[in-house]
């Protein structure tokens, strides 16, 4: 265990891993600002006799926050899927910064509900996984970035749930994506921690501008942190509601109201069968 | 940091470390001692059970004259050959049936029942084919060890979570290094189990065979010395092999603490 640590963030001090660590810094400077503008055409998906997305189209700004929110069962994960291109469609496609898509490229990184760690490796290994060139360097950056840089010599198995899920973050960080995908990351956490969490995704977002995708079904956290909340059913976008508080946002009177819009509009699709 | 003083504790902790190694070895001392007052008042015939004395002088003689390490060498290199072939086998195989499913229902049902068959059963047989030279004992060593391994390997890389396998692809990594880091660590403490269980089966099969087909090695030492009524020489065997035993459990553990310490954290 002690020859594990010793090859963690102390080893990193050589020079020759400095040199190698600005060559590629620079490679990852551009890549560090702004987001990818991402489209979704026409996108039909159908497994068996069950359409779980139909026809469904979706422009995302470049540096935007969207929060997808809806039922269990309404295909958020399958249009999550289908836009980092993980999945390809039956019909339609994905365009990133105008260029169609058929395989998850590099700026494209997702966060799943699960932190996903690979328990055989360091919070630090984790975080580099994936990474070229010197990437203890890039990975101590970004677990600096959610305030656990001196936690990289751990495993993770004697982290908190919802410092897993930081490093989990930094993980998708490290590779300066241009566009994040967040499947329910803050899902499995506790109350308090989850909102210590949304507002780290803020920041970092803010911070780095990528684009931002949301799923979720907390419509709370979805107005928190989204620009536009898109609630889908059946594989369709039924509503769309432009959120145009001050961040950080506050929970305040017209909070709530829009709180109450979106919760409204889920209500009434169950309307048929209450 | 929090590993780092789990580490101190344990030396540093009530009773102390020594107190805590020392501890396992007191009963087979306060055997060996009672073993020893039981020969000396002659409440045991020398004929059927040698005091530990003997036993030590025998261990001695056979050491002064070389014939315990020429033997010792013989078992040792048999047993090593055997398991490096039989569990290259078993992990190949293993790693195989696992990737490909195609190979897994050509393969999986044939080596299911193969499996099923003691491999000491084969011993007669095995005599015919290859008299009682070396390849009888590694072949049937190799029989042992290839199982336990291949079983193991192929449950260990079935097992590993799939949601790990898709977060390992999202984030970009490619075949070579999906397999070394993500599959095989993965599968690797089910592994370890398959070759501590091998192990076992390793020195059985070895000694099984050398008693009953060899002309040289512990198992036949311990065979001669029967012809001769030396009972000193058939205890030290038997006490040999516990400790070779015990070796190779030393061997796997480390092995499990080198490889699987994320485990304990």
Request: positive net charge.
């Amino acid at each position: 265990m002690t020859d594990r640590i010793l090859e963690g963030p102390a080893a990193d001090g050589t020079a020759a891993g400095r040199v190698a660590s600005d060559v590629a810094g620079s490679d990852r400077g551009e890549g560090d600002h702004g987001g990818a503008a991402v489209e979704a055409r026409g996108l039909t998906k159908t497994y068996g006799d069950l359409t779980v997305l139909s026809d469904f189209s979706l422009e995302l700004r470049a540096g935007e926050f969207s929060a997808v929110v809806g039922r269990s069962g309404c295909g958020k994960t399958t249009l999550l899927r289908h836009l980092a291109c993980l999945e390809s469609p039956g019909s339609g496609e994905v365009l990133v910064d105008g260029v169609v898509r058929t395989r998850l490229v590099g700026d494209t990184r997702i966060m799943f509900q699960e932190d996903r760690l690979l328990p055989w490796k360091t919070v630090l290994e984790n975080v580099g996984l994936g990474l070229k060139g010197d990437w203890r360097r890039t990975a101590l950056g970004a677990l600096d970035d959610v305030g656990l840089g001196a936690r990289g010599g751990d495993w993770p198995k004697v982290l908190s749930g919802g410092q897993r899920q930081r490093v989990a973050l930094a993980r998708a960080l490290a590779h300066a994506p241009k566009f994040l995908l967040l499947d329910e990351p803050m899902g499995a956490l506790d109350a308090l921690t989850r909102i210590e969490m949304q507002a780290l995704v803020e920041r970092v977002w803010r911070d780095h501008g990528f684009t931002a995708l949301l799923v979720t079904h907390d419509v709370a956290e979805a107005i928190t942190l989204a620009d536009r909340v898109i609630l889908l059913e059946k594989g369709r976008i039924m509503r769309e509601l432009v959120v145009d508080l001050p961040r950080p946002r506050r929970r305040g009177e017209k909070f709530a109201k829009m709180e109450g819009e979106v919760i409204e509009w889920i209500m009434s699709l169950y309307a048929g069968f209450i | 940091m929090a590993a780092r003083s789990g580490g101190t504790n344990k030396t540093g902790g009530a009773g102390g470390w020594p107190a805590r190694r020392l501890l396992p070895w007191a009963l087979p001392c306060v055997l060996i001692i009672v073993w020893q007052i039981c020969a000396q008042r002659g409440w045991i015939n020398p004929r059927i059970l040698p005091s530990p004395v003997n036993v030590f002088k025998a261990f001695w003689r056979l050491l002064t004259n070389g014939e315990l390490l020429a033997n010792l060498k013989v078992s040792c290199a048999r047993a090593g050959t055997g398991f490096l072939i039989g569990g290259s086998l078993g992990l190949v195989l293993g790693l195989g049936t696992a990737t490909w499913r195609l190979l897994e229902t050509v393969l999986d049902t044939t080596l299911q029942m193969i499996r099923t068959i003691p491999n000491l059963a084969l011993l007669p047989l095995v005599i015919i084919w290859f008299g009682i030279g070396e390849k009888a004992k590694i072949f049937l060593i190799v029989c042992g060890v290839t199982f336990p391994i291949y079983l193991n390997t192929f449950h260990g890389i079935r097992s590993v979570d799939p949601n790990l396998i898709t977060m390992a692809r999202v984030y970009g990594l490619g075949r070579l290094r999906l397999w070394l880091d993500v599959i095989l660590p993965g599968a690797l403490p089910s592994i370890l189990v398959g070759v501590r269980f091998s192990l076992g089966v390793m020195w059985m099969t070895l000694i099984v065979a050398e008693t009953i087909a060899a002309s040289s090695g512990l198992g036949y030492m311990a065979t001669n010395a029967r012809e001769m009524m030396q009972t000193d020489v058939i205890v030290l065997t038997i006490l040999l092999y516990a400790l070779l035993g015990k070796l190779a459990d030393v061997v796997a553990r480390a092995l499990e603490r080198r490889f699987l310490s994320w485990r304990a954290a």
